[in-house]
């Protein structure tokens, strides 16, 4: 009976001993490996004399834009237009770097590639800054009309530019009787502005006429057209002022 009682002690200490070995021992930290690729770097700003650019905006040929930026201390930042160099910069103790950067002629969308290189690590990703070339102003490019007879609803025209406008008077613009928006009718109206509306897409303006008197036939021509002078200037984005006389010719339909 006592060899049975001395086997059972035997074997809870051996179970106890090895339960406390699969969970109660010190866990052993995974090792961590060392980076082998640099921080990429960051774009504080781009300064183009007066303006705080964003990446997507506009820019005429030529111009200089002032770049600041942050990455890692003492590094090499490179900068490539497409797969090729352009510029370097260096940070300095806190990671600060300048680049300029002018603009060519050439029209069109222009990405720069932003990296940065320590001399123990990998180049690092790339960070991208994209900025539009845009040398020509803005014009109509469509216009359209439905017809109307008098007494009914206003007869409304509708023209688009082909790009968004940039307005530095909104009262200017939109006023009534209006200097600048001039309309023709190839046939029966008349046609009496009574209000412009630029639209959100600030592309699209509407011009209303008065519901009363004014009428529109299928098939006559319209001409608009647009001038700018005195207080009212506008432009696009890039800061390229509208095609002046801005002008569309179509027909209206049924």
């Known amino acids: 009976m006592r060899g049975k009682w001395f086997t059972l002690a035997v074997l809870c200490v051996f179970f106890v001993a090895i339960l406390a070995g699969c969970g109660g021992g010190p866990s052993v930290p995974t090792p961590t490996t060392a980076p082998t ?22 820019i005429q040929p030529a111009t200089a834009v002032n770049f600041t930026g942050q990455g890692p201390a003492d590094a090499l930042i490179r900068v490539y237009s497409g797969a090729t160099l352009i510029g ?14 002018t603009a060519g002629a050439t029209e069109g969308t222009t990405t ?9 690590l990998d ?11 845009d040398g020509t102003g803005p014009s109509i490019v469509s216009g359209s ?10 007869p409304v ?19 009534v009787p209006s200097p600048f928006f001039t309309i023709g009718l190839g046939g029966p109206g008349p046609f009496n502005l009574s209000q412009i509306a630029l639209g959100a897409d600030k592309k699209t ?37 509208c095609v002046l006389p801005a002008q569309i010719t179509f027909t209206v339909s049924p």
């Open 37 to 58: 690729k640099t921080a990429k770097p960051e774009i504080v700003s781009a300064i183009a004399g007066a303006r705080t650019l964003q990446s997507g905006d506009a």
């Open 88 to 101: 370097t910069a260096t940070t300095n103790t806190a990671g600060a770097f300048t680049f300029a950067w």
């Open 112 to 120: 720069l590639q932003f990296t940065a290189k320590k001399p123990d």
């Open 123 to 133: 180049e690092s990703d790339p960070v991208a800054f994209t900025l539009v070339i």
């Open 145 to 154: 009309a439905k017809a109307d007879a008098p007494g009914g609803t206003p």
């Open 157 to 175: 025209i509708t023209i688009v530019f082909n790009e968004p406008l940039v307005v530095s008077d909104m009262t200017w613009f939109t006023l």
């Open 205 to 241: 303006v509407t011009l209303t006429g008065t519901a009363l008197t004014d009428q529109l036939t299928a098939g006559i021509a319209v001409l608009v057209q647009f001038v700018t002078f005195g207080p009212l200037t506008v432009t696009d984005q890039a800061g390229n002022p």
